[in-house]
């Protein structure tokens, strides 16, 4: 079963803006520490931002400043906030729960020069 699942991926235009939501199910709490990544074809998957239970936010140096994480608790719900994209912002991106090794299938997001 499923416990992430990403969603608002799509295509989007350079300078654009996309948020991406990450549903939370079974035993998930996203009040844990939770992660997003991304990966573009061939290369390496990196990790975008984090956040931990206390609320602690960190955000790669490639993304600070365009992309915020964040949660909405009533809803059990991960986010994450993009802004300003760039073509090399491409890929997909992941959710995850690094603690307990759980990950979402991905929500493929595309920037068009």
């Known amino acids: 079963q499923v416990q992430l699942v990403e969603s608002g991926g799509g295509l989007v235009q350079a300078g654009g803006s996309l948020r991406l939501p990450c549903a939370a199910n079974?035993?998930?709490?996203?009040?844990?520490?939770m992660a997003w990544y991304r990966q573009a074809p061939g290369k390496v998957q990196e990790l975008v931002a984090a956040?931990?239970?206390?609320?602690?936010?960190w955000h790669a140096d490639s993304v600070k400043g365009r992309f915020t994480i964040s949660r909405d608790s009533a809803k059990n719900t991960l986010y994450l906030q993009m802004s300003s994209l760039k073509p090399e912002d491409s890929g997909t991106y992941y959710c995850?729960?690094?603690?307990?090794?759980?990950w979402g299938p991905g929500t493929q997001v595309t920037v068009s020069p």
């Open positions: 956040i931990s239970s206390d609320g602690t936010k």
């Open positions: 079974g035993s998930i709490s996203v009040d844990n520490s």
């Open positions: 995850a729960f690094p603690l307990d090794a759980e």
